[in-house]
């Protein structure tokens, strides 16, 4: 059975349903016809795609460009040195080997990063529990969840997880939490009737007499037929909507890996292009160099009987060493988990790398408003009781926590006989309770509600105004009518026996009566039947007409804040108006003999409260220029009120151009087209009455647009958003399994707050990244600069590929890992975010490095060129080095000079590449990661250098042997550039001038069209149609609710 048909049967019969699935109303399934079914549609479970093995992700990871590159190269290497003269010595492979260690190392990394991230299918396969009870062959009997199938009826009660689809057939008194699913706090009332929906009312998120699975039973009992089974029911809509469209075919790279480019980062399609680039370049030098040298005779000073061409292939191996950067994913990838490592201290864990960057460039944030934006805990706020208003203090769901005052004037209001008498009789008309538990985790104790969700506010502020846990069994009852949607109150009726007052400083009682009816609902149903009201004094005034308007006006007032109101009225009676053993008094007759004549004591309206910091941190975003989006289930007045509250909209704000429901993305149940939905989404900030299917297409939207977009959330519903977002954030306490699994990283305190301070981070993260790129792409063009000059010039080959990978991966990798932790600036939330597609390396950084580059390679050059002339007896060229006696250690102590000088140069310029703009004697000892990894690279340094056998025999370099001078001479290199590097930043800031001022014009410009596409949207006339047209009365939404 299809999604559709099991949507269906809310609109039919119990005994049609029971024909369409083949089943019996009173005997269920027999067993046979359960084993046919479940053989035939297969277990009740989500289907789960195949993972990529560690091993699979790790053959992907060597498929990229660059590392191609590199592994060619390495494979070059050893082919030339096992055909050369010294192919039996071992140390003649070191280069090839160094190489494919390096590759290894870095997709080992990069594989097991990808392979702990992603588990949201098989998170959602754990919301259902194990067991249930069926009714099969007449008898009821306990299975287990995956052998449930279409037509068995279930028994749910109390604390069931619904293990699939069903159309009840019997329910009495079932209230169903659908959070998980729609987001929304609120238990659902549900019912076996069919309920046609009435002219002007809104559709339901989900129908009445339809349960889902994954959703859990909070009251009552029931039996339901089931009519859809794992892949086929709601939630298992979304885990295909997680998995994607499942008549694609899977995308290859390779000819058979498979290909997860389309959920690539930014940051990981700016790298990859990056290194293709460079790539690209590094085979065009190469080619070149190797070209030049044939032509000129560069042939092996070792061996100058050797064939030159296969020198030449040695060369061309040590340029594009020297060329690829090797070093930049693995630095990514350290920088990225350090940053990650940070993020847990602000309360964020990251699941995936990237995210740490991608949340830095968000342009919008798309939050859901239930358990993000809000508490997700009805909380009373306001009440009016005996005429005067109250405030009530707190937020959730301890008692101990706020109080009750007069709306005027503060007094404390909590003893005053209204709100005494409103807040107990709400008690006595109540089935939930207030408890004190236990955190499993933290080992907190808290207090927790245990029944119906809006019922808890009243015994909050109950016991906030001196009521205890057992007031309420101090009055017996006799009598319960629960709620339901068409009667919209519950009415319960308590013994008063030989009670003058209802409670201490409570409303009088005659004495004479024995029983109190108490009745709370929607406010506009029970003044209907109120023909008196409790005064200040406790005394009783009749109901005139303007005394019930006044009131009215009051809850208009209320609701007009996104408050959800609810009348408490009571009646006594000396006997009660019917026979409590008569069954032929059906209980709603007993309801319309109880409801007349009551008295109103009282109005209490809550609300699901915003979250301390939320309005800071969303204006705190708006001046990172990302605008937050709410996304949510509620009604549009109720998600327009709760935007205000926390400053999404603002008094600027047309809310009815900037909130809308959704569905107007999809009249006639179809999505608008592209150009349209854009239009509508290209400003709108508040979407209401959304499905999860509407997330997703909102999420999509903004995309098209070009917005780097952020999902928060915490539902089952927001999973599919959450999985297409650019970076999808759940919430991590009261977040599902599903929605953690779907994201990219968890907010541990389920703060919005912790969203604003992790964008910070990740834009500082991403500054420090495009800083250490720049600075080591300077120093791979410094390395083909000055080996091409040397080959050209015919100096011998400066650096070894051996002495070149050393220099980049282990005397230059910690100050670029520091350049990776560096503080962000303080302004750097004031400046608009990246756009979606800006490459890491920008033009003016691509000046800044070639400018480094040449500045670098022109002062160690002549380092080298001073060296060679002091230690080869005044010779330079390599065909004259190698007449000079002992040329071999000569040469080894040149090169030593130029190495030690590099890297002391390379050093200073860590500390003057942490600023582009900025001179570096500005906080200079501000990164104090800085200072431990010029330590780190001095000490692999001298390691290099000094360590006998290492250092000459591995490396080729030797140090001991250099003396005074050469320390001196190498002094000369870090102090030039030091000055010259500097003095490029005058340039370099011109530059980034200019490309600000481009920026902002490109945003204008950008606003502007977005601007002039709704303009002319918002002209259509259908367009300003049914914008907050109500789904019902506003005082009875409250209710319905």
Not at 109 to 134: F, N, P, R
Not at 417 to 438: D, F, K, M, P, Y
Not at 916 to 940: H, Y
């Amino acid at each position: 059975m299809s999604n559709q048909d099991g949507d269906a049967a809310a609109t039919m019969t119990p005994e049609e349903v029971a024909v369409m699935t083949g089943t019996n109303l009173q005997q269920g399934l027999t067993s046979t016809q359960a084993s046919e079914v479940l053989k035939k549609d297969g277990p009740n479970e989500l289907e789960k795609p195949p993972r990529p093995t560690l091993a699979l992700l790790f053959v992907m990871q060597l498929c990229g460009f660059v590392i191609v590159l590199l592994m060619c190269a390495a494979v070059a290497s050893v082919l030339v040195n096992a055909t050369g003269s010294n192919k039996d010595d071992p140390l003649q492979y070191t280069t090839g080997i160094a190489i494919f260690i390096i590759v290894v190392i870095n997709a080992g990394i990069a594989a097991w990063t990808e392979h702990k991230a992603g588990d949201a299918l098989e998170a959602l396969t754990k919301m259902s529990q194990a067991t249930i009870y069926v009714v099969r062959d007449g008898e009821e009997i306990k299975v287990e969840v995956p052998t449930i199938v279409k037509g068995d009826l279930v028994v749910l009660g109390t604390g069931d997880v619904v293990p699939a689809d069903m159309r009840l057939v019997e329910a009495d008194d079932v209230k169903v939490s659908e959070m998980a699913l729609t987001g929304e706090p609120d238990d659902v009332a549900k019912t076996w009737k069919i309920k046609p929906r009435r002219e002007g009312e809104a559709e339901k998120l989900t129908p009445e007499n339809m349960v889902f699975s994954g959703c859990s039973v909070s009251n009552g009992k029931g039996r339901g037929i089931v009519t859809a089974t794992g892949m086929h029911t709601r939630i298992g809509r979304i885990a295909q909507l997680i998995a994607g469209d499942e008549n694609e075919k899977p995308k290859k790279k390779c000819f058979c890996l498979p290909d997860t480019s389309d959920n690539m980062t930014p940051l990981q399609v700016n790298l990859e292009q990056l290194g293709a680039r460079i790539g690209v370049l590094a085979i065009v030098v190469c080619a070149v160099i190797f070209v030049v040298g044939v032509c000129l005779g560069r042939g092996d000073p070792n061996d100058p009987n050797g064939k030159v061409w296969l020198y030449m292939i040695l060369i061309a191996v040590t340029l594009a060493v020297a060329a690829i950067p090797e070093g930049i994913p693995l630095c990514v990838t350290i920088s990225l988990s350090l940053g990650c490592k940070d993020m847990v201290k602000k309360n964020v864990l990251v699941r995936k790398l990237a995210a740490v960057e991608t949340l830095g460039s968000a342009s919008v944030i798309c939050s859901d408003k239930t358990g993000t934006l809000t508490e997700g805990k009805m909380t009373m706020v306001n009440m009016f009781a005996g005429g005067v208003s109250y405030t009530v203090g707190g937020k959730g769901f301890d008692p101990t926590v706020g109080r009750i005052q007069r709306s005027a004037g503060g007094a404390e209001g909590g003893n005053d006989i209204g709100v005494r008498s409103c807040l107990l009789a709400g008690l006595l008309c109540s089935n939930t309770t207030l408890e004190q538990v236990q955190d499993s985790e933290t080992g907190e104790t808290k207090y927790e509600p245990k029944g119906n969700s809006s019922e808890a506010p009243i015994v909050v502020a109950a016991r906030k105004a001196g009521f205890v846990e057992s007031s309420a069994n101090e009055y017996k009852r006799v009598l319960e009518v629960p709620f339901s949607s068409s009667r919209k109150m519950m009415l319960t009726i308590c013994d008063i026996s030989g009670r003058s007052v209802l409670c201490s400083n409570g409303m009088p009682l005659s004495g004479q009566d024995n029983f109190i009816a108490i009745c709370k609902g929607a406010p506009n149903f029970i003044l209907e039947h109120c023909s008196e009201y409790l005064s200040e004094d406790g005394s009783t005034e009749p109901m005139s007409g303007l005394k019930r308007s006044e009131i009215l006006k009051i809850v208009d007032d209320y609701s007009s804040q996104a408050l959800r109101v609810l009348a408490i009225a009571t009646r006594t009676m000396e006997e009660l108006p019917f026979d409590l053993q008569d069954e032929e008094v059906s209980t709603d007759e007993r309801f319309h003999r109880c409801r007349s004549n009551m008295r109103l004591l009282g109005l209490v309206a809550s609300i699901d409260p915003d979250r301390d910091g939320v309005p800071e941190s969303v204006i705190s975003a708006k001046g990172a220029g990302i605008r937050v989006v709410m996304i949510t289930g509620d009604y549009l007045k109720t998600a327009v009120a709760i935007a205000h509250n926390v400053n999404i909209l603002s008094k600027d704000d047309d809310d009815s151009v900037s909130a809308v429901d959704c569905g107007r993305l999809r009249p006639n149940d179809e999505y608008l087209k592209n150009t349209a939905m854009d239009a509508l989404t290209a400003h709108t900030k508040v979407f209401a009455r959304a499905r999860p299917e509407d997330k997703l297409e909102i999420v999509k939207s903004l995309q098209r647009q070009g917005f780097v977009t952020a999902m928060t959330g915490d539902g089952v519903n927001d999973a599919p958003a959450l999985n297409q977002a650019d970076i999808g954030v759940a919430m991590g306490i009261q977040g599902t399994e599903v929605a953690k699994g779907a994201s990219d990283m968890v907010l541990t305190d389920d703060n919005f707050c912790s969203i604003v301070a992790a964008v910070e981070k990740g834009r500082a993260i991403y500054a420090g990244i495009q800083k250490f790129v720049a600075f080591i792409m300077s120093v791979h063009i410094a390395e083909v600069i000055q080996i091409a000059v040397c080959i050209i010039a015919g100096m011998p080959v400066m650096r070894t590929p051996l002495q070149i990978l050393f220099l980049i991966l282990v005397t230059d990798l910690p100050p670029s890992i520091a350049l990776g932790m560096e503080p962000g600036e303080s302004t750097i939330l004031q400046d608009n975010p990246r756009p979606k597609k800006e490459p890491v390396v920008l033009a003016w950084m691509w000046a800044s490095m070639v400018m480094n580059g040449i500045v670098l390679s022109c002062v160690i050059i002549a380092v080298y060129i001073v060296a060679l002339v002091l230690e080869c007896d005044g010779s330079v060229l390599q065909e004259d080095v190698q007449q000079v006696e002992d040329y071999e250690n000569r040469l080894m102590a040149a090169r030593t000079v130029a190495f030690i000088s590099l890297v002391w140069a390379e050093n200073v310029r860590s500390y003057t590449s942490r600023s582009f703009d900025k001179p570096v004697w500005r906080n200079v000892l501000g990164n104090k990661e800085m200072q431990k990894a010029i330590v780190l690279a001095q000490l692999c340094l001298y390691a290099a250098v000094l360590i006998p056998y290492f250092s000459e025999k591995i490396l080729g370099l030797n140090g001991r042997d250099i003396g005074v001078r050469g320390w001196f001479i190498a002094l000369a290199g870090p102090f030039a550039c030091l000055v010259l590097c500097e003095m490029c930043k005058v340039i370099t800031a011109a530059q980034m001038r200019r490309y600000q001022a481009y920026l902002a014009t490109q945003q204008a410009a950008l606003t502007k069209g977005h601007d002039d596409v709704v303009n002319e949207k918002m002209a259509e006339p259908a367009a300003r149609q049914d914008r907050f047209q109500p789904a019902f009365s506003e005082r009875s939404e409250t209710i319905e609710l």
